[in-house]
T-cell receptor, first 114, second 110 residues
């Protein structure tokens, strides 16, 4: 099976712009979670989508939003970019089951905000 | 506020010796715990997990220990190999929401 893919791999934006990141899960996986990784904070949970519905949400401002399509592909959008949004954004896919679920991560999209 | 903490940002160990990576969590409702390994330029990969009904899980050279009363888990790697050099993240949670620590960078010295 193909792994989780994320596009683009690298992005450079300026403050105030918006950005959309894409994640294609492993075939058959219906759950997609998004994480932000920074050196100081580690991996922080953004949100999780399952069957086109946001099922869980982390503690991020409303500038961070996402959606999931019927083919389970997911997009994450960040509006009004700030310098502190520079990070590695990882998505992870899973079958969506509870307890014992393991996630398979993509390689990430590295976003630099200037 | 960090719900999962890895207080050691880095660890160096000689090849063949034991590596012990530690992780603390704050939420007693967490019932599932995982360790991930991350190489540069790659996403984290799942390494080993443990549920709250167990206190130990072993998979080859990797063993995870869970102390629920102390809200502490640890990963033991025996014997350590140079290829184990990577950043290790612990994660804790329930359902499909997991919180990750900030990672420990392990260097295994040949």
């Amino acid at each position: 099976k193909a792994g989780v893919t994320q596009t683009p791999r690298y992005l450079i934006k300026t403050r105030g712009q918006q950005v959309t990141l894409s994640c294609s899960p492993i075939s058959g996986h219906r759950s997609v979670s998004w994480y932000q990784q920074t050196p100081g904070q580690g991996l922080q949970f953004l949100f999780e989508y399952f069957s086109e519905t946001q099922r869980n949400k982390g503690n991020f401002p409303g500038r961070f939003s996402g959606r999931q399509f019927s083919n389970s592909r997911s997009e994450m959008n960040v509006s009004t970019l700030e310098l502190g949004d520079s990070a590695l954004y990882l998505c992870a896919s899973g079958t969506g089951g509870f307890t014992g679920e393991t996630q398979y991560f993509g390689p990430g999209t590295r976003l630099l905000v200037l | 506020d960090q719900q999962v903490k890895q207080n050691s940002p880095s660890l160096s160990v000689q090849e063949g010796r034991i590596s012990i990576l530690n992780c603390d969590y704050t939420n007693s409702m967490f019932d599932y715990f995982l360790w991930y390994k991350k190489y540069p330029a790659e996403g984290p990969t799942f390494l080993i997990s443990i549920s709250s009904i167990k206190d130990k899980n072993e998979d080859g050279r990797f063993t995870v220990f869970l102390n629920k009363s102390a809200k502490h888990l640890s990963l033991h790697i025996v014997p350590s190999q140079p290829g184990d050099s990577a950043v290790y993240f612990c994660a804790a949670g329930s359902g499909n929401q997991f919180y990750f620590g900030t990672g420990t960078s392990l260097t295994v010295i040949p």
